[in-house]
């Protein structure tokens, strides 16, 4: 497992969160979770399979969330998201084999917006940015995503308290558009392969 990457990513969240401390209110959550598998169109043909999964496995990474304005509690955030998944790819057919090992990675830029400004936060978060597939022995591809989701905010103190978060992720792996003829005209079709995968996962707030 290469864990250079997100250690290197809580290193730079807190640098980024020091200069915005002064300004606005800062959220840092370490999070873990669990990352439910999605299945996408294989095109390897020559392999005889239908299609691939991704592995469901436990996940890793952080949110690093700066108040909009003068809403340091209630109202919009950005955020930023890295995720980080070790899983692999297995041929979509009962008791298929194992294909590769993987690393999945997203990076996203989001709006939250949370409500009840005590200590319960309910709220609702949309992203969008890259998704990482990093195969073992094989070079690395980065594609579209975006995400949505929600979860709840329980607040222990002013710094510190528990995050629960659950998301939607929609990756764009191949873009294809078709062309389908007939004698009166030709039509064009969205035959594009997408990755989708949902997760749930907590972490522990500190906020600045």
């Given at each position: 497992?290469?864990?250079?990457?997100?250690?290197?990513?809580?290193?730079?969240?807190?640098?980024?969160?020091?200069?915005?401390?002064?300004?606005?209110?800062?959220?840092?959550?370490?999070?873990?979770?669990?990352?439910?598998?999605?299945?996408?169109?294989?095109?390897?043909?020559?392999?005889?399979?239908?299609?691939?999964?991704?592995?469901?496995?436990?996940?890793?990474?952080?949110?690093?969330?700066?108040?909009?304005?003068?809403?340091?509690?209630?109202?919009?955030?950005?955020e930023?998201?890295?995720?980080?998944?070790?899983?692999?790819?297995?041929?979509?057919?009962?008791?298929?084999?194992?294909?590769?090992?993987?690393?999945?990675?997203?990076?996203?830029?989001?709006?939250?917006?949370?409500?009840?400004?005590?200590?319960?936060?309910?709220?609702?978060?949309?992203?969008?940015?890259?998704?990482?597939?990093?195969?073992?022995?094989?070079?690395?591809?980065?594609?579209?995503?975006?995400?949505?989701?929600?979860?709840?905010?329980?607040?222990?103190?002013?710094?510190?308290?528990?995050?629960?978060?659950?998301?939607?992720?929609?990756?764009?792996v191949?873009?294809?558009?078709?062309v389908?003829?007939?004698?009166?005209?030709?039509?064009?079709?969205?035959?594009?392969?997408?990755?989708?995968?949902?997760?749930?996962?907590?972490?522990?707030?500190?906020?600045f």
């Amino acid at each position: 497992m290469r864990t250079k990457t997100p250690i290197a990513l809580l290193l730079l969240a807190g640098l980024l969160a020091a200069p915005a401390a002064t300004a606005q209110k800062v959220e840092i959550t370490p999070f873990y979770g669990f990352q439910f598998g999605g299945e996408f169109e294989d095109r390897l043909d020559d392999h005889g399979f239908d299609g691939v999964d991704v592995d469901e496995g436990e996940l890793y990474g952080v949110f690093a969330n700066f108040a909009l304005g003068e809403a340091a509690v209630e109202g919009g955030q950005v955020e930023l998201m890295y995720l980080h998944q070790d899983t692999g790819l297995q041929a979509a057919r009962l008791f298929g084999p194992r294909l590769l090992d993987l690393e999945l990675e997203y990076w996203h830029l989001g709006f939250l917006y949370q409500w009840a400004p005590g200590q319960v936060r309910p709220y609702l978060v949309a992203s969008l940015g890259a998704t990482r597939f990093d195969p073992v022995d094989i070079a690395s591809e980065t594609r579209f995503s975006w995400s949505f989701g929600g979860g709840l905010k329980l607040m222990f103190s002013d710094n510190v308290g528990l995050r629960l978060d659950g998301r939607f992720y929609s990756t764009l792996v191949d873009e294809d558009d078709d062309v389908f003829c007939d004698p009166f005209g030709c039509y064009h079709f969205d035959d594009s392969t997408f990755l989708f995968q949902g997760d749930v996962k907590g972490g522990i707030i500190f906020a600045f």
